[in-house]
């Protein structure tokens, strides 16, 4: 097995960590936050938008199975990469669409992929996506992880969060 990571920010990391924790070639996936400008940050502080801290997943995969370039398309496809610092109801900057790259490959072939969504004009709004260099990640408190699974009744996850899983996974019952 050949392991790498990436390191994206699609919004609430409760949805993205369990997206991605259904994708075939996909090892783990911790939640967390990157980006900031204060050290050990917690969920409170995040939550004000003043840390510069963003919710994102750190995602371990085999390489053999699946690539960085389709990890950036399930990215793509599972959130709203047009909308500025929100997702839905959820606003601030720590809500941000963001990969963070960690060398000239990721970086490169993020570009592309922006740039072909773009072009294809699959969205009606143009990517705002940030492409941000990997600071240090820090990940979240015990109770953020596998947040969906521990608490399936919340009403977050219920509205937010299950409709968006069965969604992906009606579509990509392959991935």
């Not at 953020?144 to 069965?166: A, G, R």
């Amino acid at each position: 097995m050949s392991k790498d990571y990436a390191i994206l920010a699609s919004g609430c990391f409760w949805c993205t960590e369990t997206i991605f924790d259904n994708v075939s070639g996909v090892i783990s996936v911790v939640p967390g936050y990157i980006g900031g400008k204060i050290s050990n940050p917690k969920y409170e502080e995040i939550c004000t938008g003043t840390t510069g801290h963003a919710e994102a997943v750190k995602i371990e995969y085999d390489t053999n199975i699946i690539s960085f370039s389709k990890l950036l398309e399930i990215f793509f496809k599972t959130h709203d990469p047009t909308t500025l610092n929100r997702q839905g109801n959820d606003v601030g900057t720590q809500y941000r669409s963001s990969i963070f790259y960690k060398n000239e490959l990721e970086l490169n072939i993020a570009k592309k992929k922006i740039l072909k969504l773009n072009e294809s004009k699959i969205f009606s709004n143009k990517i705002v996506t940030l492409l941000e260099l990997e600071s240090k990640f820090y990940e979240a408190e015990d109770y953020h992880k596998k947040y969906f699974y521990k608490n399936p009744t919340n009403m977050y996850c219920q509205l937010v969060v299950k409709p968006k899983i069965e969604k992906f996974l009606k579509e990509n019952t392959n991935t």
